[in-house]
């Protein structure tokens, strides 16, 4: 494995460690811990990380990275961060945040075959749609869910990451026919 991925990973796992509580579910700006990150920081942190992993798993060999790619790979990690972020209060979110990383975290450490690659592709899919939809059943105030940006761009992202999988698993069908 990449020396810088491995850097990475070490980074961020301690900076998850030392990460202070959040408030979940659009409190802009408010923290329910004296020193935890507000909304902005969680959407800023999440992001920049997202984005930096995407870049270092863009400069390897992508067909090395088979089982997600880097972009499935960013999109899962960005709402992945945020759920665990927002989760420290909130045991569900804390669930779907850590099963988010738990799940791409294999595709690194383990040694995939194609079963087990499907099954990581398949779960991260059925991951992200319970936790989308979840989302809508929590919150039934559509004047709540407009001013939650932190929870909409979350919710973007898992978007992405289902249309992502939907499309590699297509493409992988038709090379295989």
Known sequence: MNNRVMISLFALTFFLLSVSVAS???????????????NV???????????????????KNSESFSVF??????LALFTGLV??????NDRTLLLGGGGVLAIIASSLLL????????????????????????????????HYILEDYLGITAKISEIGLIIGLIKNRKRSHAEKA
């Open 111 to 142: 040694t995939m075959n194609e079963t087990r690659e499907r099954i990581a592709q398949s779960s991260l899919g059925a991951l992200s749609l319970f936790m989308f939809i979840a989302y809508f059943v929590s919150n039934h105030d559509i």
């Open 83 to 88: 759920h665990v972020l927002l989760g420290m």
């Open 24 to 38: 979940a579910h659009g409190e802009a700006g408010t923290s329910s811990g004296l020193f935890g990150p507000s």
């Open 41 to 59: 920081q969680i959407l800023l942190i999440s992001l920049s990380l997202s984005v930096v992993v995407f870049l270092l798993l863009r400069t």
């Open 69 to 74: 790619t880097p972009s499935i790979f960013s």
